[in-house]
C-alpha cells in the first residue's frame, strides 16, 4: 500500500469522464433515494423499510426475507411515486449469503441483446457461478408476479436494485428479464456490484445497467486475476529489496575487484612490492571469498522463493526466475529483479479470464485538498470511468470502509451539495428561471 500511494487520480485520467450539471444533480437525487430504499430493505426490519418507502401492505408484490444457499432474500414493491416496479436483493449478510458470494467459478452465461430494426444479437461470454445461478432462483419467483403486474399496470417500469454481491444478482437477473418480451422495459441500479461477468456481457448492458462505485470499494475491482496480480507484487515487494541489495553488494566486490587488478598492475614500480603484493593478495582474498558467500546467498534466495515460478498469470515470467537460479551472474540477477518490478501479466490476461463490473460505471472520485479551494476537508466529483480501470486491485486503507452503504450516501450528499453549489437553472428564452 505505502509502495502504490493514493490512486484515485487514475479514475479521473485518460479516458475517464466528468460529469457535471443539472441533469446530473437530479440523477444522483434519484438514486439516492433508491439507495437508501436498498439499506432500509437489507439492514432494517421489513415494515421500517415499508414506512420509509411509504409503501403500503398491497404494494407488496413478492417478498422472501430468508436467505439460503444461492437464494437470495428479495422484495417487489410497487412505488406508485415513479411509477415503477422496484426489485430489491439483500447483499451478503449471512453465512449462506457469503457462501453464495464464495461460488466463483464462471461459467458460460449469454444474452440477447435487442438491435433496432435488425432484431436480436447473442452475446456470449461468462459470469459468476453462485450469483447466475441466485439471479436464475430470483427469476423463477419474480417473473409471475411480475407478469401479472406489468398487465395490470402497462404504464409501470422495472427496476432492479442491489448493492455489493446483490447489485451483481441483480444485474444479472435484468439480462434474464429483458429477453422477456413482457418485462424488457427491466434496467438495474448497482451500488458497489461485484465483479461478475466478462467483458463483452459487461459492456453490453450500458444502456439498462447502471453501477455506482464510491471511491476506494474495493468489491468491483476484486476477482480471481486480480486478487492473483495482488499476491504477486505482496510477496515480490516482501524480497525484492533484499535481491536489489544483494545486486548492489555484487556491484561494489565488482569494483573492488577491479581496483585488486589495478593495483596489482602497478605493483613492480613500487618500491617496496613485497609488503604491497601480500596486502594486495589478502585483499583479493577477502573479495573472492565475499563473493562466493554472496553467490550462494543469491542461490538461497532464489531457491526460497521458487515457488514464485508457480504462482498463476506469471508463466512469463518463470523463465526469468528459472535463469536466475542457473547462474549467479549480475545479468540473471538484474533479469529476476526486472521481473518482479514489471507489471504483473496478470493485468495483461486475456478479457475473458477476467470479471467486471456490469453496464455504464458512475465512480465517485475523491479530489485531494489541494483541488478544493478554501475547503478544509476533501472534496469529491463523479466521473464516467472505462471498464478496463477495474481489472486491478488499488489498495487504500479504507477500501473496505468505502463499500458500506453509509459511506456511499455519505459520498452522494456530498456530491448533491457541490453540484447545487455549481447548478445553473435552466431558463426559457425569455430568460425566465424555470425554478
Request: hydrophobic share 40%; charged share 25%; aromatic share 8%.
Amino acid at each position: 500500500m505505502r509502495l502504490q500511494g493514493n490512486l484515485q487520480h487514475e479514475y479521473r485520467s485518460g479516458n475517464c469522464v466528468p460529469l457535471e450539471g443539472h441533469a446530473v444533480r437530479q440523477e444522483l437525487i434519484v438514486l439516492l433515494r433508491y439507495l437508501r430504499l436498498c439499506m432500509f430493505f437489507s439492514k432494517e426490519h421489513y415494515e421500517v423499510f415499508l414506512e420509509f418507502g411509504g409503501y403500503e401492505q398491497n404494494d407488496i408484490l413478492i417478498r422472501k426475507s430468508k436467505a439460503k444457499l444461492m437464494k437470495p432474500a428479495f422484495t417487489v414493491v410497487r412505488d406508485e411515486s415513479t411509477r415503477c416496479f422496484l426489485l430489491f436483493i439483500r447483499g451478503a449478510i449471512s453465512v449462506k449469503d457469503r457462501l453464495t458470494a464464495a461460488t466463483a467459478a464462471e461459467v458460460p452465461f449469454h444474452h440477447a441483446v435487442s438491435q433496432e430494426g435488425r432484431g436480436s444479437c447473442i452475446v456470449v461470454g461468462h459470469a459468476h457461478c453462485g450469483m447466475v445461478a441466485a439471479a436464475r432462483w430470483v427469476a423463477d419467483q419474480a417473473i409471475p408476479c411480475l407478469s401479472r403486474a406489468v398487465e395490470r399496470f402497462p404504464d409501470y417500469k422495472i427496476k432492479i436494485i442491489g448493492h455489493s454481491m446483490g447489485a451483481a444478482i441483480a444485474a444479472i437477473l435484468t439480462y434474464i428479464l429483458r429477453e422477456n418480451k413482457k418485462l424488457s422495459s427491466a434496467s438495474c441500479i448497482a451500488f458497489g456490484p461485484a465483479a461478475c461477468m466478462s467483458w463483452d456481457l459487461a459492456e453490453s448492458s450500458k444502456d439498462f445497467v447502471t453501477t455506482v462505485v464510491n471511491r476506494n470499494d474495493l468489491v468491483p475491482s476484486f476477482g480471481k486475476v486480480s486478487a492473483a496480480e495482488l499476491r504477486t507484487k505482496v510477496m515480490a515487494s516482501s524480497w525484492a529489496p533484499g535481491l536489489q541489495e544483494h545486486i548492489q553488494q555484487k556491484r561494489f566486490l565488482s569494483f573492488i575487484n577491479h581496483s585488486v587488478d589495478l593495483m596489482r598492475s602497478y605493483i613492480p614500480f613500487v618500491s617496496s612490492p613485497s609488503s604491497k603484493v601480500a596486502n594486495v593478495d589478502m585483499l583479493q582474498s577477502w573479495t573472492a571469498e565475499g563473493e562466493m558467500k554472496h553467490s550462494e546467498g543469491v542461490h538461497e534466495v532464489v531457491k526460497k522463493h521458487s515457488a514464485l515460478s508457480c504462482w498463476p498469470y506469471v508463466a512469463t515470467k518463470s523463465q526469468a526466475f528459472d535463469e536466475a537460479g542457473k547462474g549467479t551472474d549480475g545479468e540473471h540477477m538484474e533479469q529476476l529483479l526486472e521481473a518482479l518490478r514489471s507489471p504483473s501479466s496478470a493485468s495483461q490476461a486475456p478479457r475473458h479470464c477476467q470479471l467486471y463490473p456490469p453496464g455504464r460505471i458512475m465512480h465517485m472520485v475523491a479530489l485531494p485538498k489541494s483541488e478544493e479551494q478554501g475547503s478544509q476537508s476533501e472534496g469529491v466529483a463523479l466521473y464516467e470511468t472505462p471498464r478496463d480501470m477495474y481489472n486491478k486491485i488499488r489498495l487504500d486503507r479504507s477500501m473496505i470502509r468505502d463499500h458500506y452503504m453509509p459511506r456511499y450516501i455519505e459520498t452522494m450528499e456530498m456530491l448533491i451539495d457541490k453540484l447545487a453549489e455549481d447548478d445553473v437553472p435552466p431558463s426559457d428564452t425569455n430568460g425566465i428561471r424555470l425554478d
